[in-house]
């Protein structure tokens, strides 16, 4: 038996490219080839690395902004990191010379700066791109989190010593081992049982920011990332890739009568553009367009550029069908734009949709509009259609679409938002506005009847669409958001993924094309003398007809343009394929479209409405695949209960243990419970302020111990922690709590040689508290008082009973300064929930305390690092502190370092102890054996490292 095709290579060309116009400052071009690399494939990459520093920057035109000279060190476009500018993350697609189609996954970010590169906030610097190119289609979420843990490790190659450096090349490291799991994960997928292929897979790396070289790193240094399935096998179709894909975005912005308007265009194959002054959101809106159709297993043959750069512009005038974006800055060129034809335009800042070169009459016959044709074809007015969707089952696939994406839409939104007063608040507010235009509106045009005795058409249809609008959700806001605003819609849309809301959208769309497709065995004839069997279009309009969807229904113009493309007879000659190949369609990981036809079929069941809903979303419930968005969910879930107003019901120090050891899982978890950070960050204000601290508070424990992709999703963000310096309120205390809590978390993100020293320090605890083989300090619970507290009070005070002589106070020959004791800072429990920087400054000296436990304020050297069998003490640099307080302490002064001198590294042999600060016991350490931590008299800690 021949073994299994292996399936793609994760990435083909990972590159990190300048701006087009960068000045003679910025670095060259990097890049790192695949390990599974083509040798003819590389060297026509390496060739497009121009092409593909466009794409990476669509925005800038290089015929109307030549670039500045390159013996300029700074230039327009070098910029401090506190400017306003948006994190930008999109993928387009790229077509070889050779044929081939490449996938660009990319992710815009500021590099460290030349000079001064362990902060963040200083000096100004040429922004970059770092991009993976790879034939494999799908995992938007996957190559995302992977660019992020690449955005991190070359802030730590940059920051850190070279002694302290994990790898030679953590780039190619990272980016060769995903290749190498990705690999073997695929191995174990084709080899499990059918019953268990549709169970997620994790990818797991060790040691990605502290290295393989010291044993005590690897456990605790952990990156996780979900392998799709899409990745794992041979015979991925890119319309079961894009199935994967997100619906959500597109429906969150222009809402639902508008996205059934653009499949509708699709489905007709249309001509499309779609304007935004976001490439993200472009690229975001234009793959959930892609996905809409991918759920019937249809794939688009035609033109597509998520994101168009400028010199594609002619591309526009094409006279075949296409799906391109294009930024709002010149979407004035299209007025200028000869040969543009008919297409339909949709702004989705703004949600607004045009036509352009297409007769007002034939307009509904071109793109019909599956949501208003509906309400005008079967009901009197569109409040009596709403009431009637939502007292009643629906009675045509179309009607049963609308309804059910409003109610995922609603319920996404409810989910997302949670019990956020100011979310709810805009909520009322936009819906208070809409109802006040839509009633001025209807006064004008009553009005103009008045005044002109006679009714105007295109007036009633304005106010059918008014008052369709009114009960519809509403997504997006009238205005354009600024890019970097906290905006209710900027992060709801681009920021926020559902995955249950996802599955139903899925399941919604995989109904409506299993009603409009059914058996394709009905619509097939055989040509004399040929035995293959083709597509008969007559015959499906014909079986349409029978079915009751024919002329005068509002789905019959669309299913008249749709037997004429493209789409259709590519769609049947793939399936006829199956069918001929017997190939199976009951397995876990086969798309929900076909393991309904295939159930269909097998146990003949008709393809109405009603038993395709019934089959549908049984088979879609007893799917395996769901887990993820089982774990998905409770996490987010319990990032909202964790950051609410509302006390946690449970152990907080525990659950929040939980959720950052969850969002080691860089792909999906730690996104969705980020995307919770910044709306609890955005609703603070008010009696709500609990909200943001408390999520300063989780966001900060996710950068002591959470994965390296944080530090790329907490920069994102660093201009909202930035506002948090200042917070407002009412109450003062409050104020100092919120305030403070940004402040450190605003230190951590720009000074990132102290983050990364925080994390290798929090790493090693986390160690210890794992393998601490001393017994912990915990309470007896058997011992009982039975006498009152106030009983044994006053019989054990001296000053209580008079049989007890009272000694009169002893004179100290000393003063009266020696009765005055030295106070002994008190921990705060709700700064480090792990307990490791209880009362305590990273960075800063420290003033020696006698005390037992390790981590309080004592001064004592570094551990000691295992390599090579010997241990290594570094001297102490002039114009420091002492080694080891540089590391944790409390002072009022920072350290100032003397950068030019250069430490000098003794060797010691291993048999020798280290010493120990304050005459203490030295800890023996010996190569191969862990270092072990005397019990602890302060705080008690549990087996997950909980204070």
Not at 556 to 583: D, G, H, K, Y
Not at 838 to 855: C, G, I, K, R
Not at 880 to 885: L, N
Not at 899 to 923: D, E, F, G, H, K
């Amino acid at each position: 038996m021949a073994a299994p095709a292996s399936p793609l290579p994760l990435f083909d060309l990972f590159l990190d490219v300048p701006h087009p116009a960068a000045s003679s400052s910025c670095p060259k071009p990097f890049w790192v080839p695949s390990p599974a690399r083509d040798d003819a494939l590389m060297e026509e990459m390496q060739k497009s690395i121009p092409q593909v520093a466009s794409f990476a920057f669509p925005e800038y035109d290089q015929t109307s902004a030549p670039p500045a000279s390159g013996a300029s060190p700074l230039n327009r476009y070098d910029y401090h990191a506190m400017q306003n500018t948006p994190f930008l993350q999109f993928t387009f697609s790229l077509q070889l010379s050779t044929g081939a189609r490449m996938h660009g996954h990319v992710r815009r970010y500021l590099p460290p700066h030349l000079v001064a590169r362990s902060r963040y906030d200083v000096g100004r610097r040429g922004e970059r791109a770092l991009v993976i190119l790879t034939r494999a289609a799908g995992a938007d979420s996957l190559y995302a989190s992977i660019l992020k843990s690449l955005q991190a490790i070359s802030y730590h190659q940059a920051t850190m010593p070279p002694y302290q450096q994990a790898h030679a090349e953590p780039q190619k490291w990272l980016l060769h081992n995903l290749v190498n799991h990705q690999q073997h994960l695929a191995r174990i997928y084709q080899t499990r049982p059918p019953e268990q292929q549709g169970v997620p897979l994790l990818a797991t790396l060790e040691g990605l920011e502290l290295g393989l070289s010291v044993p005590t790193f690897t456990s605790v240094d952990l990156n996780r990332y979900l392998i799709p399935t899409a990745l794992l096998t041979a015979s991925s179709s890119q319309s079961v890739a894009n199935a994967s894909n997100s619906i959500l975005p597109l429906l969150r912005c222009v809402g639902v009568a508008h996205a059934l308007r653009i499949l509708s265009a699709l489905l007709s194959e249309r001509r499309v553009i779609m304007v935004s002054h976001s490439p993200t959101r472009l690229a975001a809106c234009s793959h959930a367009a892609l996905a809409m159709l991918a759920q019937g297993m249809l794939q688009w043959q035609h033109l597509y550029i998520p994101v168009m750069p400028p010199h594609l512009w002619q591309y526009l005038a094409a006279p075949y069908p296409y799906l391109i974006g294009i930024l709002s800055p010149v979407v004035s060129r299209l007025d200028y734009t000869d040969g543009l034809g008919d297409v339909l335009i949709i702004h989705l800042d703004t949600n607004n949709m045009e036509t352009r070169g297409m007769d007002a009459n034939t307009v509904n016959q071109r793109i019909p509009d599956l949501f208003m044709t509906t309400v005008k074809g079967e009901f009197s007015s569109p409040r009596q259609m709403v009431n009637q969707l939502g007292s009643g089952a629906p009675a045509t696939p179309s009607e049963c679409l609308a309804q059910e994406l409003v109610d995922i839409v609603k319920a996404d939104k409810k989910a997302m938002y949670g019990e956020s007063a100011l979310a709810n608040m805009g909520e009322t507010a936009a819906k208070a506005t809409k109802a006040v235009k839509t009633t001025l509106n209807k006064i004008k045009n009553k009005g103009k009847m008045f005044l002109q005795k006679k009714g105007s058409s295109s007036n009633q249809d304005s106010n059918d669409v008014e008052e369709v609008e009114e009960v519809e959700v509403q997504l997006a806001a009238t205005e354009a958001p600024d890019a970097k605003s906290m905006a209710p819609d900027y992060i709801y849309v681009e920021s926020c993924h559902n995955e249950a809301a996802e599955e139903e959208a899925r399941i919604s769309f995989t109904i409506f094309f299993l009603c409009m497709f059914g058996d394709v065995r009905w619509y097939l004839s055989v040509s004399p003398g040929d035995s293959a069997a083709v597509l008969d279009r007559n015959k499906y309009l014909a079986h349409k007809r029978s079915a009751g969807e024919g002329e005068g229904t509002p789905i019959w113009p669309l299913l008249q343009n749709f037997c004429q493309t493209q789409m259709l007879a590519e769609f049947v000659s793939r399936r006829v394929e199956e069918i001929r190949n017997r190939q199976p369609l009951n397995t876990p990981d086969t798309p929900l479209f076909l393991q309904c036809c295939y159930y269909h079929r097998r146990h003949q069941i008709d393809f109405g409405l009603l038993d395709v809903r019934k089959v549908c979303r049984q088979l879609a419930q007893s799917s395996l695949s769901r887990r993820a968005a089982a774990v998905q969910s409770n996490a987010r879930r319990t990032a909202m209960l964790l950051t609410s107003n509302k006390p946690f019901e449970g152990d907080y120090a525990k659950a929040v243990a939980q959720l950052v050891e969850e969002c080691l899982e860089c792909s999906t978890i730690l996104a969705d419970v980020m995307s919770v950070l910044w709306l609890r960050i955005r609703d603070s204000r008010g009696m709500q302020w609990k909200h943001g601290y408390q999520a300063l508070m989780i966001l900060r424990n996710l950068l002591y111990h959470g994965p390296t992709a944080v530090i790329a999703e907490a920069t994102d963000g660093l201009d909202k922690i930035r506002a948090m310096k200042n917070y407002e309120n009412m109450r003062g205390q409050i104020v100092q709590q919120v305030r403070n809590a940004a402040t450190d978390v605003y230190g951590l993100l720009v000074d990132r040689s102290r983050l990364f020293n925080v994390r290798r320090v929090c790493a090693q605890r986390r160690w210890q508290l794992r393998n601490n083989a001393a017994p912990r300090l915990t309470r007896d619970q058997k011992l009982w008082f039975n006498v009152p507290f106030d009983t044994m009070h006053a019989a054990m005070h001296p000053n209580a009973r008079g049989t007890i002589v009272n000694i009169p106070p002893i004179t100290d020959p000393r003063g009266a300064m020696a009765n005055t004791a030295p106070s002994v800072p008190v921990p705060q429990v709700n700064d480090d929930l792990l307990g490791i920087f209880d009362s305590m400054t990273v960075s800063q000296p420290t003033v020696p305390v006698a005390s037992s436990n390790p981590f309080d304020t004592v001064t004592k050297p570094d551990p000691p690092e295992v390599a090579n069998q010997h241990l290594y003490v570094t001297q102490q640099i002039p114009g420091t502190v002492p080694s080891g307080a540089g590391l944790i302490g409390t002072a009022q002064a920072p350290i100032q370092v003397d950068t030019t001198y250069q430490p000098t590294i003794v060797p010691v042999p291993a048999a020798q102890p280290s010493v120990v600060a304050n005459n203490a016991a030295p800890l023996a350490h010996a190569p191969s054996t862990p270092p072990q931590v005397p019990p602890s008299v302060g705080p008690v800690y549990n087996s997950a490292g909980i204070q």
